[in-house]
């Protein structure tokens, strides 16, 4: 559900911008009030494993169309809502700009969708709830796949918004919302699926970090060594092989494009759009997940024998996939660093 700058103006991608820069800031105050160093390599490892989930692509079945794990849910209940959404800052932040999966004007819109809506609505509103009485894997299994569900079609309805904001008129409101929700409905089901399964790995290997989590309290003395062991043998696997099993369909958001104005890209107007995309494209050394090289021949060579080919072994997808997890745990990792620093400031008796 990664949105291009051609779906927004530039009013709607700077306020939103604005927002998400407004969120993550007071993310990074409240991360900051109850600082636990035990989380840094934990946010790291997560947002590499989030980073390479959602490079496959699952299929849903009679629609032609494919979701990925949006990881938004999985993040908050893991991490806390506020750690939970600078790490989703952070991932969709590197494939924007080395990978070029979202636009850098569509940025905010991307953070807040996948982030927002995950972190501070559904996990307080919905988890916490089926959790309330305490963690055990039916409560964990519900309150996952609802949550995960709800926030999903939250954000599927804000992109319909935030176009419809934008004066995309070829986007006919009606039109769009009716095929944007059930095809997210569908994806939100497998999130839910796949949320319940990872937080419920965690919870048997060491539920403290899910108790604590869920508390907002610092992990403490809890040892957490099994769990990052477990995600990044999870990170290798998932981005260097599982990401050629990828569906070839277009996602649901490009699935719902295409059946609504008869393409799944549309064009972007000049100007900020175009000087950003320039922008982009310089900064985007792995554009959709692959060799520069290989995108050229591929664009020659046409789609169709692309899609004929499944799976798509590819040692460009691979490279993408660790490179790319190695980033994200490197920047969610200093972000968390970088906090642990300006809290031992704060709290020196010289401060």
Not at 33 to 52: C, N, T
Not at 342 to 348: A, L, M, Q, V
């Amino acid at each position: 559900m990664h949105m291009a700058d051609a779906l927004i103006s530039p009013a709607v991608g700077g306020a939103m911008l604005a927002v998400t820069v407004g969120a993550v800031a007071y993310s990074a105050k409240k991360v900051n009030a109850s600082m636990d160093e035990k989380k840094i390599p934990l946010m790291g490892v997560m947002g590499a494993f989030i980073f390479a989930a959602q490079m496959i692509n699952f299929t849903i079945p009679a629609t032609g169309s494919s979701g990925h794990l949006g990881g938004g849910m999985l993040l908050a209940i893991l991490l806390g809502p506020y750690a939970g959404f600078l790490t989703m800052a952070s991932i969709l932040l590197i494939q924007a700009l080395f990978f070029g999966d979202g636009g850098l004007l569509a940025y905010g819109c991307n953070v807040f969708n996948l982030g927002f809506y995950t972190c501070f609505i559904a996990y307080p509103l919905i988890y916490k709830w089926f959790t309330r009485k305490g963690l055990n894997s039916l409560s964990i299994f519900w309150g996952a796949v609802l949550s995960a569900i709800v926030a999903l079609q939250l954000g599927a309805f804000s992109v319909v918004l935030e176009t419809l904001a934008s004066g995309r008129t070829e986007l006919h409101f009606a039109s769009f919302v009716l095929l944007m929700q059930p095809i997210h409905l569908a994806i939100g089901l497998v999130e839910g699926l796949v949320t319940a399964a990872v937080v419920t790995f965690v919870w048997q290997a060491r539920p403290e970090i899910l108790e604590k989590a869920h508390l907002g309290q610092a992990i403490g003395s809890v040892s957490i060594k099994k769990v990052l062991t477990g995600l990044a043998v999870a990170v290798v696997l998932v981005g260097g092989a599982l990401s050629w099993f990828a569906s070839s369909h277009p996602d649901g958001l490009e699935w719902s494009l295409e059946r609504t104005v008869g393409t799944a890209e549309l064009e972007a107007p000049a100007g900020v759009h175009q000087a950003l995309a320039e922008l982009q494209s310089k900064t985007a050394f792995m554009p959709d997940y692959g060799f520069k090289s290989s995108e050229e021949v591929a664009a020659k060579t046409g789609t169709e024998e692309a899609a004929a080919s499944w799976p798509a072994i590819d040692p460009g997808t691979s490279v993408a996939g660790l490179l790319g997890g190695a980033l994200t745990l490197l920047m969610a990792a200093l972000i968390g660093y970088f906090i642990s620093i300006f809290h031992r400031k704060g709290s020196s008796p010289m401060a």
